[in-house]
């Protein structure tokens, strides 16, 4: 039986949603529905890691579990290892859930969990999902990753990998399957450690995508396949949207 750890790094601050873990969703706040949707899946723990009192108070006030972090973390998985450091649990893996999406399926978290199932449990761990549509295929928004023949990630780009040099564009989803990367994290507590020494690299200031970084300095990064879709949410639409679809569905 694996023991993971499912740490979900909330910051008060957002350029284009102040407060966003706060944001009311039918009820409930964003953080609270990302807690409940990863405490249904196999996560031995789930922790709110935060950088603001009100966040922390918050979590507390609706039985879940938070540590107060450091507010001057350059990024999610800082704040995840600073967590972890405060709790000093003994875990096979540490899940890092976006404290963004509330939609999150705890499907999702169980298949990188499962990863970790064996006598050698990857180094680092995320998902992909096939691309749909020339929208998707085509948005910088939208990481692409291309993998070996094992399933670990080669490269991670905004821009559609592979170049198809001798097919339209239009037509590049008919000539080759495509997959996006959904921003789930799941590491080794020794390897997480490890990254979040290493200095940012060339290929992760270009491509503003943090793996970059640990694939750079010879990282391996295994995948899990979803054919499930999650929601992100960054600004006011996103909120709206999001509400939409829990009056359907609720």
Not at 54 to 64: K, S, Y
Request: a negative charge; proline letters at 7%.
């Amino acid at each position: 039986m694996v023991h993971a750890l499912g740490i979900i790094p909330a910051r008060y601050a957002s350029t284009r949603l102040p407060g966003k873990p706060l944001v009311d969703l039918g009820g409930k706040s964003m953080i609270q529905r990302v807690v409940e949707q990863a405490r249904l899946s196999n996560l031995s723990q789930v922790m709110v890691a935060t950088d603001d009192e009100r966040i922390l108070e918050h979590v507390h006030g609706f039985g879940g579990e938070a540590v107060l972090t450091s507010p001057d973390h350059p990024s999610g998985t800082d704040r995840v290892f600073d967590a972890y450091q405060q709790l000093g649990v003994a875990t096979d893996c540490i899940i890092n859930i976006q404290g963004d999406e509330p939609f999150i399926h705890p499907a999702q978290i169980n298949a990188l969990v499962a990863l970790f199932d064996g006598e050698k449990a990857p180094q680092l761990a995320t998902l992909v999902k096939p691309v749909l549509s020339d929208d998707e295929l085509f948005s910088p928004h939208l990481p692409k990753v291309v993998l070996d023949s094992q399933g670990y990630a080669l490269y991670f780009s905004r821009h559609p990998l592979p170049y198809q040099r001798q097919v339209e564009p239009a037509q590049w989803l008919a000539h080759h399957r495509y997959l996006r990367h959904i921003g789930l994290y799941a590491y080794r507590p020794d390897v997480l450690a490890a990254i979040t020494k290493l200095p940012p690299s060339s290929l992760e200031q270009a491509e503003s995508l943090e793996q970059l970084r640990w694939l750079e300095n010879s990282f391996r990064i295994l995948t899990a396949e979803t054919e499930l879709e999650t929601i992100g949410i960054d600004t006011p639409e996103d909120v709206e949207r999001a509400r939409n679809l829990l009056k359907m569905t609720e």
